[in-house]
């Protein structure tokens, strides 16, 4: 994937725009609630999309003596800002529908209002699959955030379609407004979700247990892969996770009769060999004599202790 999560999104941003204009065109000819909530929520897509470019410019900075762990946070302010846009969308959505649900309309050229609609659910398709194999490669929940919202819009797309079909055929009006009453209970879990996984990034949620398991896995490999594993001991991992980069900590317990310089040059091997597991890592490796703990507190769960006679 060469392109840029600035291009991807600036994509999306103009994919927004086209998709405000065919969506609003084939709400207005029709005269569909359906139609029209999804017309709603692609303003919904403008505004998150123009946020998160934003927020990945800043999360692009390199560390400065303000930030010295960097910028990567930001991203989880993009995403957060859009999982609470889409639940206002939701809400508006939700209280047009049942004005129109109390008093319904006939739908009117519904061939054209269909065409325009799938015209528009076909391009948000596309960039939506080319934003998750960026935000898969990259890391980057900006934009995956994105890309849901985009996938949301097209499933919404999809069921008003099937929706308005079911009304040309049945004469129901009422089933038109009570379709987009559910598209807006869909796209409100949606941005719920997004809400909640960017307040669990802002608290530093640790790494996914595939992840800590392949630390576990590196150390393991390491003590057995050198000549003084049997005198090593680790203990003490915690993880973090802050956008596309991810952070450890751990120490490393080795003879108290080393020399600095010998358990220093150990250590920078196992740097580097965690960093080389799990690509954006940084790593911190505190240097401890055996026998010794840096602190009287240790949570259980998140430490390994590999003991050797």
Not at 56 to 76: C, L, N, S
Not at 83 to 110: D, K, N
Not at 114 to 141: C, D, E, K, P, T
Not at 145 to 153: F, K, P, S, W
Request: aromatic letters at 8%; a negative charge.
């Amino acid at each position: 994937m060469n392109l840029t999560p600035k291009t991807l999104l600036r994509a999306s941003i103009a994919v927004a725009l086209v998709t405000i204009v065919l969506k609003s065109l084939a709400g207005y000819i029709t005269h569909s609630m359906g139609l029209i909530s999804d017309a709603m929520e692609s303003f919904v897509n403008l505004a998150s999309a123009t946020f998160a470019l934003a927020m990945v410019t800043i999360a692009e900075r390199p560390a400065d003596e303000g930030h010295p762990y960097g910028h990567h946070k930001a991203e989880y302010f993009s995403s957060g800002f859009e999982g609470i846009l889409i639940v206002g969308a939701a809400v508006a959505i939700f209280w047009v529908s049942v004005q129109r649900l109390l008093a319904p309309q006939p739908l009117e050229q519904l061939g054209w209002g269909l065409a325009l609609s799938i015209v528009s659910s076909g391009l948000n398709a596309g960039l939506a699959w080319l934003l998750f194999r960026a935000a898969q490669a990259r890391r980057s929940i900006a934009l995956e955030a994105d890309a849901r919202h985009l996938m949301a819009d097209v499933w919404t797309s999809a069921a008003v379609l099937v929706g308005i079909v079911a009304v040309h055929f049945t004469g129901w009006l009422w089933l038109d407004p009570l379709l987009a009453i559910g598209v807006a209970l869909n796209i409100a879990r949606e941005g719920a979700k997004l809400v909640w996984r960017s307040s669990q990034g802002l608290m530093d949620q640790a790494l996914e247990p595939e992840t800590q398991a392949l630390l576990r896995a590196t150390l393991e490999r390491f003590a057995a892969g050198v000549p003084e594993g049997g005198r090593l001991c680790f203990d003490d991992i915690f993880t973090r996770s802050a956008g596309q980069r991810r952070f450890a900590d751990l120490h490393m317990h080795v003879p108290g009769d080393w020399t600095l310089e010998r358990a220093a040059a150990l250590r920078d091997a196992l740097e580097q060999a965690l960093m080389d597991a799990v690509p954006g890592l940084r790593v911190t490796i505190q240097l401890l004599p055996l026998g010794m703990e840096a602190r009287a507190t240790r949570l259980p769960s998140d430490t390994l202790e590999e003991s050797h006679p």
